[in-house]
């Protein structure tokens, strides 16, 4: 029995949401009806091949919109009007002056519901605002320190596995290394040892829902991609609903996540029920795989074919680490500056988590443009960080333009690939030591070449990646250490 927790009445969770999509798409269509104001200008008619360009390339869709029409504008994105706003003082006051004025749960990120529940990412107010504080001390300086250890053996094992002129997909790679070191790190579960189930797998299944597209999505019944995303839920919810109840009895803990959950608490005695223990549980799962995953993709991309900066970190690694494995203090107090230009270059291009759907409580003007209350409105990352008038070259990979002294001249907002305000990744700087463990380590031994007339695309899910992987040639630069 899922025990929901005796301290946890004062700020409870929200009501449930429904998942059936027409209800959901009639909501919609009431919800704009009821719009008294009008919206700001935009693309308003329907448009099947708008909806269709939103899919496959929104990056091209925004810029456009923007051009034309400044940094708040309409699109009709299939049934629905949608204000897009872009730039940096959009991102500021959507993410920080004027955050309370808009809902994550009411906006389109409630199709993460029926995976995630009511994780951070799909919950407001003071429960998240509480919620946020219990979980907080799971990301302590401390305690990432402590990760790395982990993330080091699990990345220099599958590195170990590689061959002078072999081909693999770089992103598939990745992607089992990060979900290697989340079960390990967020469960304090063994993959080696999971013989019943694999949950990296399960997880996997259920993620390949939100790759489909949208009229796949809202289809329902045995066999649709829903049914096929709820299985693989089920199978999860055994696991980590049976190692919670599992440790509640026995009283073992760990140094993962689950078990600094099971027994946190908030400044009153506010504690998880179990519920919301998993419910924080995978959506750290959900958040932390796949952006590092894309990260590492992506960054191996661009150094790919910007060699100059793929040796520039090799070599920097080589003078501050020798030979020894990336250490936490190192990484995280900056002591690989150009690996850390790199990154914070990567995330400018491809910041994973790419869009931020929210709907605004009440009506607001953002750059002398009117916006009404009860709509959706969704800010860009990927978009703002590729403008123009903001950025010199935008979609060129230029490291340099995150030294020091450039750095300190970006406006306020300009640069925000893990949100902001109060709802700033809390995994953020997990993320970064691990993206940073794996590139030095793979940096130190190999050059990644990409297979020829390949070419990068990009799929949106709630997170950005390689669509279809990313095939690569290994080349081996020096003997791995001791052999």
């Known amino acids: 029995m899922v025990n929901y927790g005796s301290r946890m009445s004062l700020v409870g969770p929200p009501p449930p949401a429904t998942t059936n999509p027409m209800k959901r798409l009639w909501l919609d269509v009431r919800h704009e009806r009821r719009v008294p104001d009008p919206y700001p200008p935009g693309d308003t008619n329907f448009s099947l091949a708008r909806a269709r360009a939103m899919v496959r390339d929104p990056l091209s869709v925004l810029l456009g919109a923007y051009e034309r029409y400044g940094p708040v504008f309409t699109l009709r994105v299939f049934h629905e009007r949608v204000v897009f706003v872009l730039g940096p003082e959009a991102n500021h ?20 519901l029926p995976l995630l529940g009511d994780g951070l990412l799909t919950i407001d107010g003071d429960f998240h605002r509480r919620s946020r504080r219990i979980v907080l001390p799971a990301f302590h300086h401390e305690r990432i320190a402590a990760a790395a250890e982990l993330i080091v053996e699990e990345a220099q094992a599958a590195l170990a596995r590689w061959e002078d002129g072999a081909r693999l997909d770089l992103y598939a790679w990745t992607r089992r290394v990060a979900l290697r070191i989340a079960m390990r790190a967020l469960f304090g579960l063994d993959p080696d040892k999971q013989r019943d189930l694999d949950a990296a797998a399960e997880f996997q299944h259920a993620l390949d829902f939100y790759g489909n597209d949208y009229w796949m999505q809202v289809a329902r019944g045995p066999g649709s991609p829903f049914a096929r995303m ?4 089920a199978k999860l919810d055994a696991l980590v609903f049976g190692e919670i109840t599992r440790r ?6 760990g140094e993962d996540i689950l078990s600094l959950l099971l027994d946190a608490e908030d400044e009153d005695g506010s504690r998880l029920s179990d519920k919301h223990v998993r419910d924080q549980v995978m959506t750290l799962l959900f958040a932390g795989h796949d952006t590092t995953t894309a990260t590492v ?11 100059e900066w793929a040796d520039r970190v090799a070599a920097e690694g080589a003078r501050v680490l020798g030979d020894r494995p990336p250490d936490a203090q190192t990484l995280m ?10 990154l914070d270059e990567t995330l400018r291009l491809y910041p994973p988590a790419w869009i931020g759907p929210r709907r605004s409580v009440a ?5 002398g443009v009117r916006v009404p209350g009860d ?12 403008l123009p008038d903001v950025w010199d070259q935008p979609h060129a990979f230029r490291p340099e333009r995150f030294l020091p002294e450039a750095r300190a001249t970006l406006p306020r907002g300009a640069y925000v690939p893990f949100g902001g305000g109060s709802r700033t990744c809390i995994g953020m700087r997990f993320g970064q030591l691990e993206i940073k463990v794996i590139a030095s380590l793979l940096l130190r031994e190999f050059r990644l070449e990409l297979e020829p007339g390949w070419r990068l695309r990009i799929r949106q899910t709630p997170t950005i990646g390689p669509r279809g992987g990313m095939p690569v040639r290994v080349r081996r630069v020096r003997s791995p250490v001791g052999a």
């Open 93 to 112: 006051h959507v993410l920080v002056s004027n955050a309370r004025n808009f809902l994550w749960r009411e906006g389109h990120f409630r199709e993460l």
């Open 230 to 233: 709820l299985r693989a839920r």
């Open 248 to 253: 509640r009895r026995t009283g073992e803990r």
């Open 297 to 307: 993709a992506f960054m191996v991309y661009e150094l790919a074919a910007n060699r």
């Open 333 to 342: 107090a900056g002591g690989l500056p150009e690996l850390d230009l790199v």
């Open 363 to 367: 009506p607001f003007e953002l750059c």
């Open 375 to 386: 709509v959706p409105v969704e800010y860009c990352s990927w978009a703002s960080h590729r």
